[in-house]
């Protein structure tokens, strides 16, 4: 079945350096990639996606990229800060039977060291 | 509108039992999805809904769990007979359909313990 591989799981980096979570993708008809953040006791908040028709995407700190051919995608977040500190999930997805099925990776455990 | 509303938070149960939760998406989303959650990984799907329509089941949804959305507004999921292996965190999610379908917005979530 479809899947999405997340490295690495757990991310410790000093504040103001760039952190770096990279994903693949099994299922070549996804076309979709959004990255979520997840807080202690919250759900999974959308911070940034890229779409298929687009290689790169920035906004401020953070920036996506895209490679559909090797079906990687990657999350960067430069001068990070300790309020970075979260859980990262990366995700893909398609048109599904009227909808869209999002298959999420397991996660990546930043921490920001003041 | 708050965003998307779950309720319980956190529920505690014994083995056997039954538990619901509920769902109330954001009022213009007429997706809604339910996803679990267990330690240490990523949302798992298990069903989704368009209006009251329920479109898509996973495999995950075994023949203890159930999904309603009556008035195409609300949702409720229900799991009966409990086991220990149900705890987890149960997230819902809606979003609109059309243009920006596929961005989720997610809920807080309800936590299961079942004892």
Known sequence: GENVEQHPSTLSVQEGDSAVIKCTYSDSASNYFPWYKQELGKGPQLIIDIRSNVGEKKDQRIAVTLNKTAKHFSLHITETQPEDSAVYFCAASRENTGGFKTIFGAGTRLFVKA | ?115
Request: hydrophobic residues 30%; glycine residues 8%; charged residues 25%.
């Open chain 2, 1 to 115: 509108d708050t965003g998307v509303s779950q309720d319980p938070r956190h529920k505690i149960t014994k083995r056997g039992q039954n538990v619901t939760f509920r769902c109330d998406p954001i009022s213009e989303h007429n997706r809604l999805y339910w996803y679990r959650q267990t330690l240490g990984q990523g949302p798992e799907f298990l069903t989704y809904f368009q209006n009251e329509a329920q479109l898509e089941k996973s495999r995950l949804l075994s023949d203890r769990f159930s999904a309603e959305r009556p008035k195409g507004s609300f949702s409720t999921l229900e799991i009966q007979r409990t086991e220990q292996g149900d705890s987890a965190m149960y997230l819902c999610a809606s979003s609109l359909s059309g243009v920006g379908a596929n961005v989720l917005t997610f809920g807080a979530g309800s936590r299961l313990t079942v004892l």
